[in-house]
């Protein structure tokens, strides 16, 4: 999208860039993030979210009901666009000071106006948000905020510190200013150090690389095998197999070549994509792999699409035995703050026992890691973490049933304008918003 010609004809000193995972609402072009509203006062304002909200349809229907702002796009990010737009306080400062204590869930937040960067994550600092330095006292100095500190290194920027859960950060000609907007009450995503984040990146001051390691050496203290050599499935199981090796002494080799062209199959959009992209993303290594009894390490089973078709293209790629060994516990329960599980529905271990799943898998043997090793790994206090997909005790209070869900706001009957566009004030909440 931004190639040499585009990126030279802007200008300015403020911006945000965000590459949306879709959580909330459908792939479509009014949904791309960074979000973008005028405000009040001529200004307008840019925003990048990761998380979800958990009281979306009520911040919807106050938007609606007091006359604040319309439901323009079927995303929780571009609501608190609105939000903060259509807030009448005279700086964005302000009205994001209102504003995030009405929200509810996970957030972590990059927003602007055209002098100021802000940065905000939610109470529980469900996901990891960091602020990073550029160019030191120089002419190029500068200020980043990131959703991991491996995009800090990227861009040459030096680590700072995290953005404290609770904490709104304004960065502005005079720098970096920090404001407390509600108490802290810390639940990091467990699942951060499991999948989502980059083995590069530094979560609470732990590596996920070194992490990742040590739950690979408490798996095989755990759940130990008779093979002759250990595999990890490119990328995220790769470190857990190496320290799976390293502690039960088998033999570590590289069993799968991974296409780099090919993203990551657990949140592709559709099942068939995802069984497809599995077969496109992985081919074993026929050499290494025939006539051997492997142990297979990976970092998840979400629906158990991948695991499948691997152990079926292990054992045609002449694998005697094939022992899977998972690097988290079983995803049991759906994740309501920025992880797109889907429904419990589709996850195979909400339903099945784990030897079930390895019958299902046609694997040898499977085992995963017990929740109190993982935790132990991650060096974090057990209270201080969210482990909700392993444990279905969610730290953020969840609404009705009926008030969950990626489409949400999907069926907005009419595109109903009120307040600065002088339509209907108080229109019927049921007519605005109707979960599918």
């Not at 304002?45 to 911040?59: F, I």
């Not at 991650?378 to 009705?400: I, K, M, N, W």
């Amino acid at each position: 999208v931004f190639d040499e010609v585009t990126l030279a004809s802007l200008s300015g000193h403020v911006a945000v860039g965000h590459t949306r995972y879709s959580t909330t609402g459908s792939s479509t072009w009014e949904n791309a993030q960074p979000s973008y509203r005028s405000s009040w006062g001529g200004n307008a304002v840019a925003l990048g979210h990761n998380g979800n909200l958990t009281n979306t349809v009520k911040l919807a229907a106050d938007l609606v009901d007091t006359g604040e702002g319309r439901i323009r796009a079927t995303t929780d990010s571009d609501l608190i666009t609105a939000m903060l737009a259509a807030h009448p306080g005279p700086t964005l400062e302000d009205a994001a000071m209102a504003v995030l204590p009405r929200l509810a869930g996970a957030f972590s937040l990059a927003f602007c106006d055209t002098s100021t960067l802000y940065a905000a994550r939610d109470t529980h600092g469900v996901h990891p948000l960091v602020l990073g330095r550029l160019g030191g006292d120089g002419p190029d100095s500068g200020w980043v905020v990131a959703s991991e500190t491996a995009a800090l290194d990227i861009v040459g920027a030096g680590f700072v510190r995290e953005v404290e859960p609770g904490e709104l950060i304004v960065i502005d000609a005079g720098g970096p200013r920090s404001r407390r907007y509600a108490p802290a009450t810390p639940h990091g995503c467990l699942f951060e150090y499991v999948y989502l984040a980059r083995p590069d990146t530094t979560i609470a001051g732990r590596s996920v690389h070194a992490t990742r390691v040590e739950v690979g050496r408490t798996l095989a203290r755990e759940a130990p095998a008779d093979a002759d050599l250990v595999i990890g499935v490119p990328q995220s199981g790769v470190p857990a197999a190496v320290g799976f090796a390293e502690a039960s002494r088998i033999p570590y080799g590289e069993g799968l070549v991974k296409n780099s062209y090919v993203g990551r199959t657990f949140i592709q959009p559709s099942q068939t994509i995802r069984q497809r992209g599995i077969r496109l993303k992985l081919n074993p290594l026929r050499d290494v792999i025939d006539g051997r009894r492997l142990v297979v390490v990976d970092d998840s089973i979400v629906r158990g699409n991948t695991q499948r078709a691997l152990v079926r293209m292990l054992r045609e790629a002449g694998a005697v035995e094939v022992h899977v060994r998972i690097s988290s516990p079983p995803v049991r329960w759906p994740c309501f703050y920025g992880i797109d599980f889907a429904t419990r529905a589709e996850l195979i271990a909400s339903s099945a026992s784990i030897e079930e799943i390895r019958e299902s898998l046609g694997a040898d043997s499977l085992a995963y890691v017990s929740l109190d090793g993982l935790v132990a790994a991650s060096r974090q206090p057990a209270e201080t973490l969210c482990r909700a997909c392993f444990d279905g005790v969610y730290p953020v209070p969840l609404p009705h049933a009926d008030h969950l869900g990626k489409y949400l706001l999907e069926d907005v009957v009419d595109e109903i304008t009120v307040g600065m566009n002088g339509a209907d004030p108080s229109p019927d909440v049921d007519s605005v918003v109707r979960p599918r």
